[in-house]
């Protein structure tokens, strides 16, 4: 019971905290498989650390000694993942600026409220559209 919260903790964590092909892994595909090839070894070596995912890689390395091959072979790749898609959504404002602030009069500080009208709206470049994929939205 105690591990199932705390591979349920560990999926919203890295779900939140806010494998690439030709688009990026999504936060809860990421923490899905943190949460299935080291469940066992947060549960036996972090046990007490708060589960956000710089925590838990800080002591996923620490503890590497002791982790399964598994989870060794997995968590940073699964950790390089959640950056990648962090830094594909910080990009969206650079790459879709133009439509931001013309097709959706919205402003690039606050591009998250501009994201539904670049879904749908006509003329987003190839730029913008590879962009909005990359960090998830398509």
């Given amino acids: 019971m105690v591990r199932t919260c705390i591979l349920l903790s560990v999926a919203l964590a890295l779900s939140a905290s806010s494998l690439?092909?030709?688009q990026t892994m999504s936060f809860g595909d990421s923490?899905?498989?943190?949460?299935?090839?080291?469940?066992?070894?947060i549960t036996a070596?972090?046990?007490?650390?708060?589960?956000?995912?710089n925590r838990l890689k800080e002591c996923l390395s620490r503890n590497q000694d002791?982790?399964?091959?598994?989870?060794?072979?997995?968590?940073?790749?699964?950790?390089?993942?959640?950056?990648?898609?962090?830094?594909?959504?910080?990009a969206v404002a650079n790459a879709?600026?133009?439509?931001?602030?013309?097709?959706?009069g919205g402003s690039?500080?606050?591009?998250?409220?501009?994201i539904p009208c670049l879904?749908?709206?006509?003329?987003?470049?190839p730029r913008c559209q590879q962009s909005l994929g990359e960090a998830g939205y398509r």
């Fill in 108 to 114: 690039t500080k606050e591009t998250s409220k501009s």
């Fill in 119 to 125: 879904m749908t709206a006509n003329g987003v470049s």
């Fill in 31 to 41: 923490a899905g498989l943190i949460a299935s090839s080291c469940g066992a070894d």
């Fill in 66 to 90: 002791v982790v399964s091959q598994q989870c060794k072979a997995t968590y940073f790749k699964a950790f390089e993942a959640i950056q990648k898609r962090i830094s594909a959504r910080v």
């Fill in 96 to 104: 879709c600026q133009r439509e931001i602030v013309k097709l959706c």
């Fill in 20 to 22: 690439a092909t030709a």
């Fill in 45 to 53: 070596n972090c046990r007490g650390v708060n589960l956000d995912s």
